[in-house]
C-alpha cells in the first residue's frame, strides 16, 4: 500500500508541473499536440469502423475471435472527439459482449486528455473498466502521457497506474508506456515500445511492436480469473493507410504467454480494421 501511494503521488505531480512548464513557458514557441489526437483532426465529423481480432494459439487450443463496430462524432470546433463501441468475443461456443465509450478532449495546443469507460456481461470481459489519461505536448517533440486504469471483474479489481514517452522525429515517432498495477496482495509490471515510420502527408505508417510483462489493458487477451498473472512477451509489425474516405490497417503479433499457474503457450493475432469517414 505505502508503495502504491507513492506512485500515484508521482504520477500526479509529474503530470501537473510538465503541464505548467508547458503552459507557462513564454520562452519557446507552443508545440503543438501531436500523436493520436492529431489523426483524429484529419477525418471529417463522423466515421464509421468495423474491427477484428482473430487469436489461434499453439497446444491444441480453441481459437478466439473479437468483432467491434465503432462509431465516432467529432464536434465542429475539433475540440473534443466522443466514440462508441460494441465488442463481440466468441471462442469454443462461448459469446460475450462489451460496450465502450470514450472521449477525446483537447485543453489548448498543448494538452489533451482521454477517458474510457467499459461494461460487460461479464461472461469474457471484465464487468466494468475506466481510464483515464493526459497528453502534455513538451519541447523538442516530446510527449508526456500519464493516467490509470481500473477494472473490476466478479472476485477481484485491478488499479494500473501508467507513464509513458513519446518521441517524434522526422517521419519517425517511438513511444515507450509502463504499467503497474496493483492487485489486492500482488503488484505486477509490463511495458510496450512502439515505432512508427510515417510514409507521407496523410501520416500512412508502418510499425513495429513489442514489450514484455503484465499488460492489463491488451485488446487480446482471453479474459479469465488469471489473465494478469500472463508474464507476456510479445512483437508484432503494423500498417495503416489512408484511400480517400477510408482508412485501412492491419498488423500481426506473436505472444510467448507463461502464467504463473503454470500455462504456457504460444499466441498469434491477427488485427484488421478498417474506417470510413463522412
Not at 22 to 45: F, G, H, T, Y
Not at 221 to 242: A, T
Not at 246 to 274: C, E, P
Amino acid at each position: 500500500m505505502h508503495n502504491k501511494i507513492i506512485l500515484i503521488t508521482f504520477l500526479f505531480w509529474s503530470s501537473f508541473y510538465f503541464c505548467q512548464e508547458a503552459s507557462d513557458s513564454n520562452q519557446v514557441p507552443q508545440e503543438k499536440v501531436i500523436s493520436e489526437k492529431d489523426s483524429l483532426s484529419n477525418i471529417p465529423l463522423n466515421q464509421l469502423g468495423i474491427m477484428h481480432l482473430q487469436s489461434v494459439y499453439d497446444s491444441n487450443l480453441p481459437t478466439m475471435g473479437m468483432t467491434s463496430l465503432q462509431y465516432l462524432r467529432k464536434t465542429k470546433n475539433n475540440k473534443a472527439t466522443f466514440i462508441g463501441r460494441v465488442n463481440y468475443r466468441f471462442r469454443n461456443g462461448n459469446n460475450s459482449l462489451k460496450y465502450d465509450f470514450e472521449s477525446y478532449l483537447k485543453h489548448g495546443k498543448k494538452h489533451y486528455s482521454f477517458f474510457g469507460a467499459s461494461v460487460s456481461d461479464k461472461k469474457m470481459f471484465p464487468g466494468f473498466e475506466a481510464h483515464y489519461y493526459l497528453y502534455s505536448a513538451l519541447k523538442k517533440g516530446w510527449e508526456l502521457e500519464t493516467g490509470a486504469k481500473f477494472l473490476s471483474a466478479t472476485n477481484f479489481s485491478l488499479f494500473t497506474p501508467v507513464i509513458g514517452m513519446s518521441k517524434e522525429f522526422g517521419n519517425n515517432r517511438i513511444t515507450l508506456r509502463n504499467f503497474f498495477t496493483f492487485a489486492e496482495n500482488d503488484q505486477y509490471y509490463g511495458n510496450s515500445l512502439t515505432w512508427r515510420y510515417f510514409l507521407n502527408d496523410s501520416r500512412d505508417n508502418i510499425s513495429l511492436m513489442t514489450g514484455f510483462g503484465n499488460a492489463p489493458d491488451s485488446k487480446n487477451i482471453d479474459f479469465s480469473e488469471d489473465f494478469i498473472s500472463n508474464k507476456s512477451k510479445f512483437l508484432g509489425v503494423g500498417f495503416e493507410k489512408k484511400l480517400k474516405s477510408f482508412k485501412l490497417s492491419a498488423a500481426g503479433v506473436y505472444n510467448n504467454n507463461n502464467y504463473s499457474t503454470g500455462r504456457k503457450f504460444n499466441q498469434f493475432d491477427i488485427y484488421m480494421n478498417i474506417f470510413y469517414d463522412f
